[in-house]
T-cell receptor
Framework: AQRVTQPEKLLSVFKGAPVELKCNYSYSGSPELFWYVQYSRQRLQLLLRHISRESIKGFTADLNKGETSFHLKKPFAQEEDSAMYYCALRLLKAGGTSYGKLTFGQGTILTVHP | DAGVIQSPRHEVTEMGQEVTLRCKPISGHDYLFWYRQTMMRGLELLIYFNNNVPIDDSGMPEDRFSAKMPNASFSTLKIQPSEPRDSAVYFC?????????????FGEGSRLTVL
């Protein structure tokens, strides 16, 4: 069965410092990887997905199939980045279509101090 | 569209009571998911539906939990009888097919406290 692991429950950095939220997955097939974010008093929402290969709010994430990782990075953290971050995985079928089920990690609470 | 709508937002009940959580997905979305969020386990998938049909309920903790989707615009998650360990935030989410498949749109959650 697929599994997503976020080893850090809490992560604290100072404003302007680089930040990396770790995500490892276990699945032998082709996965789709996502990062979701939940800001205080807001709904859980999609931050980015690996197939888009885009930078959102300064965050990037690269899928490393060799290391089965999808770490989220930002070179200069801002206070407004403080939130709960979830890494998630969805399975891809052989034809490229997807199963609907999304498996989430345990989440990492990021706190950016002024 | 108001997004995914969940009710109630907060529920406090006593052990043994029946709890019913409700969800209205975004119109036109083919998938509906129920997740449970706890500090210890993060977000756990309980069950999901495709076109109102339950596809995977392997995450439902035990027989005390049941979920239904009688039509495309409504779903319920029921716990009977409730226990203190069921205390958590329960999220409903919906997702479309097509290019946006994989993006889940979440409700605000129902915070359940079982005393």
């Amino acid at each position: 069965a697929q599994r997503v692991t976020q080893p850090e429950k809490l992560l604290s950095v100072f404003k302007g410092a680089p930040v990396e939220l770790k995500c490892n997955y276990s699945y032998s097939g082709s996965p789709e990887l996502f990062w979701y974010v939940q800001y205080s008093r807001q709904r859980l929402q999609l931050l980015l997905r690996h197939i888009s290969r885009e930078s959102i709010k300064g965050f990037t994430a690269d899928l490393n199939k060799g290391e089965t990782s999808f770490h989220l990075k930002k070179p200069f953290a801002q206070e407004e980045d403080s939130a709960m971050y979830y890494c998630a995985l969805r399975l891809l079928k052989a034809g490229g279509t997807s199963y609907g089920k999304l498996t989430f990690g345990q989440g990492t609470i990021l706190t950016v101090h002024p | 569209d108001a997004g995914v709508i969940q009710s109630p937002r907060h529920e406090v009940t006593e052990m043994g009571q029946e709890v019913t959580l409700r969800c209205k997905p975004i119109s036109g979305h083919d998938y509906l998911f129920w997740y449970r969020q706890t500090m210890m386990r993060g977000l756990e998938l309980l069950i999901y539906f495709n076109n109102n049909v339950p596809i995977d309920d392997s995450g439902m903790p035990e027989d005390r939990f049941s979920a239904k989707m009688p039509n495309a615009s409504f779903s319920t998650l029921k716990i009977q009888p409730s226990e203190p360990r069921d205390s958590a935030v329960y999220f409903c989410a919906s997702s479309p097919l097509g290019p946006s498949a994989g993006e889940l749109f979440f409700g605000e959650g129902s915070r359940l406290t079982v005393l």
